[in-house]
């Protein structure tokens, strides 16, 4: 049995791999399972491309790439990621995926009132939500939060500094009025 999507551009969260780091295949081949936007940082196209896809714009290409045929090349001044997220958001990109090892969410807030963001790396999964956020999870599913500002969560109880579990299945549901955004990290 097969299925076919019709899923118009820009409908999905394009992705960028900024860092493939230890990211595990199987869970990039799910984020790129409705053909997202590929964008790659120009360090790593080569190592995106020995995997066997398709990479639509190359970020900050070094000299004597062979880019595949229809393959975009943007370069930006200055950090990587200003370059990619307003070459997004120019493009009218609702959300983007981001791979990377290092960065932290935090470091990209200045673009969340444009653009969202779900940042991955090999073992965890960053995204920020405003209040009024609601998510169905299992018992004992854990979020880490960094508590920068104060927020009221239901089913959800505090086991350290950062680390809240889901007390019973269920919607987590998240407010709050001092801060526009919580980050939440969730385990791959």
Known sequence: MSSHHIVKEKQEPALYIHNLGNFDEEYLGQILEWSPT?????????????????????????????????????????????TVMNYLISEKYPAVNVIDE?????????????INIVLFSSTEKSYAIKTGFSVWKPAESIFLIDVVSYFEATNLMQKDEREFEVV?????????????????????
Not at 102 to 114: A, M
Not at 168 to 188: A, I, M, N, P, R
């Open 168 to 188: 019973k299945d269920g919607f987590v549901e998240f407010s709050f009025t001092t801060t526009e955004y919580v980050f939440l990290t969730e385990k791959l």
């Open 102 to 114: 290092e960065k932290k969410l935090s470091d990209l807030d200045y673009y969340l009132p444009r």
């Open 38 to 82: 590929l964008i790659v940082n120009g360090e790593i196209y080569e190592k995106v491309i020995s995997l066997g896809l398709k990479v639509d714009v190359v970020l900050n290409g070094v000299d004597g790439l062979a880019m595949q045929e229809n393959t975009k090349s943007i370069i930006g001044p200055g950090d990587a990621y200003n």
